[in-house]
């Protein structure tokens, strides 16, 4: 993890009188990211693929490790991945596409179409169950009397049966709680208005109308050239991964795909192949709850910031894979990342560098703020002091240290300045973001902090 760290330093070093870095060339693009790989997978244990474009042109598309460590296989850039929840942008414009051919409204309640899905007491919306609204909870979580159920070929209907009798977890439209569930009831509200097979109509609408021809809705039988072995490391050392059935994820994370083939996606999109501007454009909006919180998540994407700029993604996760697509809109920076390795649920240290490094791919490709930009004593002295989260008991402390500031919980975290009165907090999950609130005078009186696409306010207390 060290050689990532310095690969990251290297970002700081040039500036300009915004405080972000300058546009880093093609070639320093690809040393910093052949660093941070290269110190990450080795060639005889499960990789990753790179994609990375800029401005319409790929940049980068680079493997590292293995495909299949049994066989001493080394990974291609072209090779096949599970995507897991990536796939939930894509059950997300089949929906859209119906609405856009007057086939339903996002306002409908789901037993328009389901009517045998059980009533719980409050109309759940097809937007409630784009955007994790809807109360009903993620059936991943729902126990099941066959605790081998995960390596059967599962039904669309077998899926909804396990989970529609659950009781709500809220009162729909009122809270976010992300939830495959939600996914899954899309996929059946698909099947019912095209009054096709799902996976059938996703094909022919979807995947082919984008170009797809490495992207598959498929079962573990089917041979697919190129397809990547799964891995897991939770016992200290490498193994197959447990066997989970891709029909599991039906409409949620049922897709395997190539790195290729998302950023053709992503070109789809752009050039409204599949939907239009204005379609897209609320999709990668941020849904607003009724107390005007907004929640992160669209229509399929995760929306939040890096650095403090607008970033739109998606991650996903399945046993023995994980996935990442995002897209900084105000760079035109798309970047894309499998790796067929799976650790439990993800705790270790091992496994934490792996994520670092995941999340901080979009940096190595934009650059990042820079510390460059100076304030004053008297601008830090109007900052420090202690605050508490407006709706909560949540207490944190602004300090000055070594001549910079820090956002103090427990410990300091280090603020790299935007403007002079926004910050980025890079160590923060979250892509967190601290704007303060000023007086006349110039003294703080609170707080916005931005993580994950979700707003906090912050009063001062001291």
């Not at 529609?164 to 019912?192: D, V, W």
């Not at 984008?210 to 050392?237: C, F, N, S, W």
């Not at 897209?327 to 920076?333: A, M």
Request: with cysteine; glycine share 10%.
């Amino acid at each position: 993890m060290k050689i990532v760290r310095a690969a990251l330093l290297l970002l700081f070093s040039v500036a300009n009188d915004t405080g972000f870095a300058q546009p880093r060339s093609d070639k320093a693009i690809e040393r910093s990211l052949d660093s941070a790989l290269q110190a990450n997978f080795q060639p005889n244990e499960p990789g990753i693929v790179v994609l990375a474009a800029r401005q319409g042109k790929i940049i980068y598309q680079k493997a590292y490790g293995s495909a299949n460590i049994e066989l001493g296989v080394p990974l291609q850039p072209d090779m096949v991945f599970r995507i897991a929840s990536v796939s939930k942008q894509f059950t997300a414009i089949g929906i859209l596409q119906l609405m856009e051919l007057g086939k339903l409204r996002l306002s409908d309640s789901i037993r328009q179409y389901l009517p045998d899905f059980p009533y719980k007491g409050a109309t759940i919306t097809i937007e409630h169950l784009l955007t994790h609204t809807s109360g009903i909870p993620d059936f991943m979580g729902i126990d099941h009397p066959d605790r081998y159920i995960e390596r059967h070929d599962l039904t669309l209907q077998l899926i909804i049966d396990h989970f529609k009798n659950a009781p709500l977890q809220f009162k729909p439209g009122t809270r976010y709680a992300y939830s495959n569930s939600g996914y899954t009831l899309l996929a059946a509200i698909i099947e019912k208005v095209s009054g096709q097979p799902f996976h059938q109509y996703m094909r022919k609408a979807v995947l082919d109308k984008a170009g797809l021809q490495r992207t598959y809705y498929e079962h573990e039988m089917t041979v697919i050239p190129g397809r990547v072995a799964g891995y897991t490391r939770d016992k200290g050392y490498y193994q197959n991964t447990y066997f989970q059935s891709i029909s599991l994820g039906y409409g949620c994370g049922d897709l395997l795909s190539t790195v290729g083939d998302l950023y053709k996606w992503h070109q789809a999109l752009y050039a409204y192949k599949l939907v239009s501007k204005q379609t897209l454009e609320k999709a990668q909006s941020s849904y607003t709850l009724p107390d005007g919180n907004p929640t992160g998540y669209g229509y399929g994407w995760i929306i939040t910031t890096k650095f403090g700029m607008p970033y739109i993604k998606h991650e996903g996760q399945v046993s023995g894979f994980i996935s990442l697509e995002g897209y900084l809109p105000g760079q035109d920076i798309f970047v894309a990342a499998l790796t067929n390795l799976k650790s439990g649920e993800d705790r270790t240290d091992f496994s934490s560098r792996r994520f670092m490094l995941l999340n901080a791919l979009p940096e190595l490709v934009a650059g990042t703020p820079v510390q460059e930009l100076t304030l004053s004593k008297e601008e830090m002295a109007g900052y420090t002091g202690k605050y508490k989260m407006a709706n909560g008991n949540n207490r944190l402390e602004v300090i000055v240290k070594d001549g910079r500031l820090f956002l103090q919980q427990g410990m300091p975290f280090r603020m790299q300045p935007i403007t002079q009165r926004k910050f980025f907090v890079p160590d923060i999950p979250g892509d967190a973001t601290v704007e303060f609130v000023l007086d006349a005078s110039g003294k703080s009186t609170g707080l916005l902090v931005w993580q994950g696409g979700v707003k906090y306010d912050w009063l001062r207390v001291d």
